[in-house]
């Protein structure tokens, strides 16, 4: 009979990601005794499906996400953390005058069609739509509010407000792009939920752009936000890539003096009846006064005990997709109209998602002699094992064989790349599918009312992107320091 070793920490983060080092990293800076923290990462690197790679001849590929937006509360929280952190002279900024900014493309019915990006362009018939856009806006302010509180597909919602050719062209692919997802599945209110907001305060999405209040950053934001607004940025990266961002807080907490225990996953969580939880991690028991999970929602759900059955079937029904990644790159410069990359609606009898134009975003990952591109098509989300079969046995081969030929039909480039980097990022994106926002709250209000020593961050909750993360860490951790003393509840006076 195995004896488990017993461990002990007063605050355990569950998951080595961005959400899970945001965490810790906000909480040591709260606590006396940063020491007393505890961070579990499965894998043998941090980051999460944040993940840079460089090539030998200097190149830098991102396998994960590639840019973050500078703007709203969320944004700003990642740039603050950014300055903490002394990477700004790392920063590659994008104005929002750069043609990676401006140019978005669609390929449908065998041709890539630009998306208006001006005055002009809404006055004038775009390739993409029958007739020009500017009398579908022109009367959506008139169109009837929606009275019923359910929630709605993004797709039903822009057919209603706007159009179907809007929903066909714009609500789907970009679905598609942000959440590899089926937009008539995926909930507005969860997904876009400024625009639910629009319609909800002003009856009208137009009213609501108008009309709407803009908010700015508090006295309190760091220099470098003040220099993203004044310098127009609309996306930004770093040097070496993000990866760059989650290995500087990674030794940033090493710094600070938080543990971290690698390599061993957590394959069981129980819950005492003195407000504490105990992680089994291969032969060892780790008890805590207070866990944060920044697990995905189906993956803590695979841990939790069957005593909490309603807890984890909630968390069971925020389902993942995978995501097949290709990063090529090819001699010479063959993007012909420059532009952040090309989406592809659902509509359309390919296996692709969308291709992005790495190097007319971020040039400076080019090789440093010059003279190459880099492209990163993705396949698969929603549709990855109608089309590919299970994400643990694929081919990769077959994933780059379809992104080499996608991307020979889509941009017309005849030549073969001189190198591929596959990967398959398997349950990678949480699907924000209608009712999500009430599931949300019925799995937060679970932890609350039965007084467990858990807190939820990451992508699987309250947005998927990498400032959504940071930001929700940072409020969770703001919720903790304001339960300050609440012993009952595992959170002790030595937070501060």
Known sequence: MVVANKLSSRFTVLGGGISGLSAAYYLAKHHSKPSDITVLEASGRFGGWMHSKRSPEGAVFEQGPRSLRPAGPPGWTTLDLVSELGLESNIIPVNTSHPGATNRFIYSRGKVHKLPNSIISILKKQSLFSQSLLPTILKEPFKEKRISENDESVYSFFSRRLNREVAEYIGDPVCRGIFAGDARALSLRAVFPAVYEMEKNYGSVVKGALLGKSVKPGPDASPLVQRSINEKWSIWSLDGGLQTFADKLHNSLNQMGVKFIVGKPCFAID???????????????????????????????????????????????????????????????????????????????????????????????????????????????????????????????????????????????????????????????????????????????????????????????????????????????????????NKDRGIVSEVE
Not at 271 to 285: G, N, R, S, V
Not at 342 to 362: H, Q, R
Not at 459 to 464: I, N
């Open 271 to 485: 819950f005492t009846d003195d407000y504490k939880a105990i992680l089994q991690i291969a032969e060892e028991k780790l008890e805590t006064d207070h866990l944060i999970s920044s697990l995905s929602a189906d993956r803590l759900a695979s841990i939790l005990p069957s005593s909490h059955s309603n807890l984890v079937d909630a968390l069971s029904e925020i389902k993942p997709v995978s995501v097949g990644l290709v990063n090529l790159e090819y001699n010479g410069n063959i993007i012909k109209d420059e532009g952040f990359g090309v989406l592809l609606p659902s509509s359309e009898a390919t296996k692709v998602l969308g291709i992005i134009y790495d190097s007319c975003l971020f040039p400076q990952h080019d090789r440093k002699d010059g003279g190459h591109t880099r492209l990163t098509v993705m396949m698969g989300g929603h549709w990855f094992e109608e089309q590919f079969g299970h994400p643990d046995i694929v081919d990769t081969s077959v994933l780059t064989d379809t992104a080499v030929d996608a991307v020979a039909k889509i941009m017309g480039v005849s030549k073969d790349p001189i190198k591929t980097l596959t990967s398959v990022q398997t349950n990678c994106i949480s699907q924000y599918h209608i009712g999500h926002t009430s599931r949300v709250n019925r799995i937060f209000n679970y932890v609350r009312d039965n007084g467990l020593p858990l807190s939820l961050v990451g992508s699987s909750y309250k947005g998927v992107g990498v400032n959504d993360c940071v930001y929700n860490a940072k409020v969770m951790v703001e919720e903790l320091v304001a339960k300050n003393g």
